[in-house]
């Protein structure tokens, strides 16, 4: 059964970190590319961060560049995303997905909400 498990999620003040986990299960994580993407009330779905299956390749939108660093570690099958700088307009509901291109695979997400 495949599973994709999220969380670090929370409330943070603007200008904190959050570090998300994505926790996989049910399949060859290291054949898969990981990316997180967040979805903000009323708005579509925007891709935040890829990683290969390797790691040895990363990008990021050029929303969260500088600020938002991803990761994995394929003895843990699990992916991280690490938040810094947190802005109110970081909020939303973070998703991870694992992509072989033929197979997709989606988590059910985690709240980030930024506020004061």
């Known amino acids: 059964q495949v599973q994709l498990v999220e969380s670090g999620g929370g409330l943070v003040q603007p200008g904190g970190s959050l570090r998300l986990s994505c926790a996989a299960s049910?399949?060859?994580?290291?054949?898969?590319?990981m990316r997180w993407y967040r979805q903000a009330p009323g708005k579509e779905r925007e891709l935040v961060a890829t990683i290969s299956s390797g790691g040895g390749s990363i990008e990021y939108a050029d929303s969260v560049k500088g600020r938002f660093t991803i990761s994995r570690d394929n003895r843990k099958n699990t992916v991280y995303l690490q938040m810094n700088s947190l802005q109110p307009e970081d909020t939303a509901v973070y998703y991870c997905?694992?992509?072989?291109?033929?197979?997709?695979?989606w988590g059910q997400g985690t709240q980030v909400t930024v506020s004061s």
């Open positions: 997905k694992a992509d072989s291109y033929v197979y997709v695979y």
């Open positions: 049910g399949f060859t994580f290291s054949n898969y590319a």
